[in-house]
């Protein structure tokens, strides 16, 4: 069983910041850790991953505004997110890729509203 705490999220003007958190639990390994987000009618897509080592991945849009980091020891994800953008307003969801015996899956959180304002 995994379960994810995701904090953070909120209103703020463009060009704002703001600093979403996910911590996890498991009685799994946890792997990858990172964020989406889905906008009204758009598909969800990705915002930024990072392994236990410290490999990150950014999705195009977010590249040099947000920065993803993590602490192992508390297996929590952050998210800090710069210059933000009205197209950057979206439900960001925490996800956490888990390994339990032989069985692999990737959960997700229930989702926090990020909304800037122009």
């Known amino acids: 069983q995994v379960q994810l705490v995701e904090s953070g999220g909120g209103l703020v003007q463009v060009g704002g910041s703001l600093r979403l958190s996910c911590a996890a639990s498991s009685s799994g390994y946890i792997n990858a850790m990172g964020w989406h987000r889905q906008a009204p009618g758009k598909q969800r897509e990705l915002v930024a991953r990072?392994?236990?080592?410290?490999?990150?991945v950014y999705g195009d849009s977010v590249k040099g505004r947000f920065t993803i980091s993590r602490d192992n020891a508390k297996n929590t994800v952050y998210l800090e997110m710069n210059s933000l953008e009205p197209d950057d307003t979206a439900v960001y969801y925490c996800?956490?890729?888990?390994?339990?015996?032989?069985?692999?899956?990737?959960?997700w959180g229930q989702g926090t509203q990020v909304t800037v304002s122009s």
């Open positions: 990072i392994s236990p080592r410290g490999n990150i």
């Open positions: 996800n956490a890729d888990v390994t339990t015996g032989s069985i692999a899956r990737t959960a």
